[in-house]
Antibody, heavy 122, light 107 residues
Framework: ELQLVESGGGLVQPGGSLRLSCVAS????????MSWVRQAPGKGLEWVAN????????YYVDSVKGRFTISRDNAKNSLYLQMNTLRAEDTAVYYC???????????????WGQGTLVTVSS | DIQLTQSPSTLSASIGDRVTITCRAS??????VAWYQQKAGKAPKLLIY???SLETGVPSRFSGSGSGTEFTLTISSLQPDDFATYYC?????????FGPGTKVEIK
């Protein structure tokens, strides 16, 4: 069964750092763009960042540029999100999601992790 | 950056009703739209991609249409399992902006 499993969430103080991980099962990560999406408590979905299959292109929502870094290790079938200088407004459930396929192109985010909660509070 | 709006923000409907949700883009995005269903405490579920293609396993009562700047998600006959929040998302650029969501409630 296709699966994405996130880890690394938790409670962190404002200004602190956290690294999220996402491991893929039953598909080859290297064939897909991958994205991170977050959802603040009681709010809607917000796309955060994505990364091309080979890691050569990365894009971010303006609110996290310069603070968050998306990366991947295809050999480990893993995706990461390094979050620095965290703010209270970064508090959210963070999901990793499978993005576009290298050949099939954009077909929506067809596989999501279960989410990991990041709480930024003193 | 492309902005997406959805209407209505909340919709009250009864079982068996035909329901339509609209998503509007701030500029033309061709057919690069996806639709998701999300239930409380769960990850979103893909329903429609490329504006009108039904994701595998999604019931045929869900359909999508539109192109350019206006898109619709239609549920032909609302079922108990369909009460949820629905989001559109654009794929026309390297960013993947979501709409603000439409909550479908029981009338």
């Amino acid at each position: 069964e296709l699966q994405l499993v996130e880890s690394g969430g938790g409670l962190v103080q404002p200004g602190g750092s956290l690294r999220l991980s996402c491991v893929a099962s039953e598909f080859t990560l290297s064939s897909y763009w991958m994205s991170w999406v977050r959802q603040a408590p009681g709010k809607g979905l917000e796309w955060v960042a994505n990364i091309k299959q080979d890691g050569s292109e990365k894009y971010y929502v303006d609110s996290v540029k310069g603070r968050f870094t998306i990366s991947r290790d295809n050999a480990k079938n893993s995706l990461y999100l390094q979050m620095n200088t965290l703010r209270a407004e970064d508090t959210a459930v963070y999901y990793c999601a499978r993005d576009s396929h290298m050949i099939q192109g954009e077909r929506g985010f067809d596989c999501w992790g279960q989410g990991t909660l990041v709480t930024v509070s003193s | 950056d492309i902005q997406l709006t959805q209407s209505p923000s909340t919709l009250s409907a009864s079982i068996g009703d035909r329901v339509t949700i609209t998503c509007r883009a701030s500029q033309s995005i061709s057919s690069w739209v996806a639709w998701y269903q999300q239930k409380a405490g769960k990850a979103p579920k893909l329903l429609i991609y490329r504006a009108s293609s039904l994701e595998t396993g999604v019931p045929s009562r869900f359909s999508g249409s539109g192109s350019g700047t206006e898109f619709t998600l239609t549920i032909s006959s609302l079922q108990p399992d369909d009460f949820a929040t629905y989001y559109c998302q654009e794929f026309s650029t390297t960013s993947r902006t979501f709409g603000p969501g439409t909550k479908v409630e029981i009338k």
